[in-house]
């Protein structure tokens, strides 16, 4: 049933748990289902993706001054929100979350390495020279595998599995949320994540025993 499918689990750190640098609300509660899920080996591949950002990356407040977290800013001709040092390459908060047991996963990719710019998907930085955004080289890695459908769990909701999810669709994929499996930075974002999700044909699964 999921011969060509993937799971893409995003950003299950410690920094994105409650107690953590950028928590999300109830963040920790997607853990024993993750695993559970790891567990039943339903898809062809699994991906993790591990937000890691240098120090004085340019998404955190602190490196602009005047700034707080969750401000919004122009940056490179778009709008960047300004959030709390979070997953600094090489600490624990940036870790893949100790909890979970990693090793059926295939690919580990690193994203927001760039100093200068934000990568809330794992597919694509947020943006690139002119209109371009940079290719992290996920797609490719799928489609090469035989890929063409994909599953996204992790956090936030709102912000790297929305992304993640929307790339994943607009680069031909068919895209569906494991909506239990994730978490909001914002629970008040939750209606208009699943109107944007609609919107773009991208399926939510409400419950990973659908599968
Ligand atoms: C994320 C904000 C900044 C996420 C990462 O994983 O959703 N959100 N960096
Ligand atoms: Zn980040």
């Known amino acids: 049933m999921h011969s060509h499918a993937a799971l893409i689990l995003v950003d299950i750190q410690p920094d994105f748990m409650p107690g953590g640098a950028l928590a999300c609300h109830e963040g920790d509660a997607i853990v024993p289902g993750i695993s559970h899920l790891l567990q039943r080996r339903l898809f062809a591949q699994v991906v993790a993706t591990q937000d890691w950002h240098p120090r004085g990356h340019v998404s955190f407040a602190s490196t602009h001054p005047g700034t707080r977290p969750f401000q919004q800013i122009p940056l490179h001709g778009h709008v960047q929100t300004l959030w709390p040092d979070h997953c600094v390459q090489g600490t624990p908060g940036a870790g893949l979350h100790p909890a979970v047991d990693w090793s059926p996963v295939d690919l580990i990719l690193r994203k927001g390495s760039d100093p200068e710019v934000d990568s809330y998907s794992g597919f694509r930085e947020n943006h690139g020279p002119g209109s371009t955004r940079p290719s992290t080289g996920l797609a490719g890695w799928l489609r090469e595998r035989g890929v063409n459908e994909v599953y996204v769990a992790g956090l936030a909701r709102d912000v790297c599995v929305l992304w ?18 994730t978490r909001p930075v914002t629970p008040e974002s939750d209606e208009a994540t699943r109107a944007m999700l609609r919107e773009q044909g991208i399926g939510v699964v409400e419950a990973a025993e659908q599968l």
Do not use: I, R, S
């Not at 993640?164 to 949320?177: E, R, S």
């Open 164 to 181: 993640t999810a929307q790339d994943a669709q607009a680069l031909g994929f068919k895209a569906q949320v494991l909506w239990e499996l």
